[in-house]
């Protein structure tokens, strides 16, 4: 009883720390968003504010650029020198630069050295954010049992798609508790700072966590030819991420980049009524990552990641329709029609994307690929989006985008090898694996 009790806390706690740090990241990237237009005054020329908001959205684009070089840097460190380590490392360079935006003078204090501080702190946030989302989830697979794996990675990603729901429904209560004036004035610091203290939270819950034993013995007993063919195979995993990646970035970024401006200059809808249906959008979206992950785990990878793709595919253009009505009602089904569908498929495609790789080499392949794919399908599916309603005179033109890519995936699924019960150690396809994952016990099992 007591070995049971103590491998559930061992559950919770390698769970907790690995959420937590995805929470902290996350909270961080979707404040800086939420607060483009008060960091606009604050840090850009008040002489023209189209030209300020512009530049702000400039310096959020950095962090973007800078998630590739991130994931190279730390997806090798965390291979060679252990995930913990780097996730250490992470949390605190991600907490750092949140925090000191908080504190960042403006540019009425110092003028041009404002906006220079505030592009350096975006740099070093989408550097820590390259390494930690890799990190996380390359830990978190190899310390699952074998027929848990896509639940657990779907537990994760749970908290890290909630922030984006957490900090819309926070800054509108800052908003409307402060006043307009006193948030502009110096309340709007506040969630920055918090950021950083998540992040203290996160490094404390991660400080005494222990490496995977799956990661501990890939690094004992690979040798010096065992790692060179553990790349030269990675290869092709990076390929099989970039098949199937864009469904779940470019549904993600429509809905979390895009619905919120969409709802608000096309539809017209209330921007508390925008805020509030899109908040509850992506709170199901996240439910939905958990429901995918477990039923990945249960009939394989590729059946929830064909079902997803359909699903979005099939729901892209009726969900544009109803969100356009310029209803709170529509606005919320059109949504929820497109989260679902991405939570079903990223519980699928976020285990498979790590499994692809072998342990010797995880970390930095998934990172350089799918850091690579969120720059170039992430950063412009809003402007594509936005482009396609100005080129068609319809709002309803994004869907056509969103299915074309939901459609390639569905084709681009079927050449990708199923994961659910393939060997950690080995590259996806490398070796067929006829024997089913071993059978965890239940009252272990998280």
């Given amino acids: 009883m007591a070995h049971t009790e103590n491998a559930l806390s061992g559950n919770r706690k390698k769970i907790g720390a690995a959420s937590v740090g995805q929470f902290g990241e996350i909270f961080d990237f979707a404040v800086f968003g939420f607060s483009v237009p008060i960091l606009a005054t604050h840090f850009f020329h008040s002489s023209s504010p189209q030209a300020a908001i512009l530049s702000t959205f400039t310096v959020y684009a950095v ?114 508790a402060a006043g307009p004036e006193t948030y502009s004035d110096w309340v709007w610091r506040l969630p920055f700072i918090l950021g950083g203290l998540i992040g203290v939270v996160g490094f404390w819950m991660r400080r005494n966590l222990e490496e995977p034993a799956e990661y501990v013995e890939a690094k004992r007993t690979s040798d010096a030819q065992q790692l060179r063919d553990d790349r030269r195979a990675s290869l092709r995993s990076m390929l099989y991420l970039l098949l199937i990646q864009p469904v779940q970035t470019v549904g993600s970024y429509l809905l979390l ?91 699928a495609s976020f285990a498979a994307a790590v499994e692809f790789f072998p342990t010797s080499f995880r970390a930095t392949g998934h990172a350089v690929s799918y850091q690579l794919t969120v720059a170039v399908f992430g950063g412009t599916t809003p402007l594509i989006a936005a482009w396609l309603v100005g080129y068609f005179g319809t709002p309803i033109a994004p869907g056509y985008y969103v299915i074309a890519i939901a459609i390639l995936g569905v084709v681009a699924i079927q050449f990708v090898p199923e994961t659910r019960n393939a060997r950690l150690r080995s590259a996806a396809g490398e070796v067929e694996h006829a024997t089913e994952a071993k059978p965890a016990t239940t009252s272990i099992n998280v």
């Fill in 63 to 176: 962090a973007f650029f800078a998630r590739p070089l991130g994931g190279l840097f730390f997806g090798y460190l965390a291979d060679r020198i252990g995930r913990v380590r780097i996730l250490s490392i992470t949390i605190w360079l991600m907490a750092g630069a949140t925090a000191a935006i908080g504190f960042l003078p403006t540019f009425a204090t110092i003028g041009i050295a404002a906006p220079i501080l505030l592009a350096f702190c975006r740099l070093l946030q989408g550097f820590a954010m390259g390494g930690e989302t890799s990190g996380a989830t390359s830990y978190i697979l190899e310390s699952a049992p074998d027929d848990r794996r896509g639940f657990w990675v779907g537990v994760v990603w749970f908290f890290g798609h909630l922030p984006n729901a957490f900090v819309a429904v926070m800054l509108a209560v800052l908003q409307f």
């Fill in 257 to 347: 980049g895009f619905m919120y401006t969409f709802l608000v200059r096309q539809a017209g809808l209330d921007a508390n009524a925008a805020l509030a249906s899109n908040a509850i959008a992506v709170f199901v979206l996240s439910l939905f990552l958990v429901v995918g992950g477990f039923m990945a785990d249960r009939i394989g990878r590729k059946p929830v990641l064909t079902a997803g793709a359909l699903w979005i595919a099939c729901a892209a253009y009726p969900a544009l329709q109803f969100a356009s009505a310029g209803t709170f009602g529509g606005a919320l089904l059109g949504q929820l029609l497109i989260g679902i569908g991405i939570g079903l498929y990223g519980g």
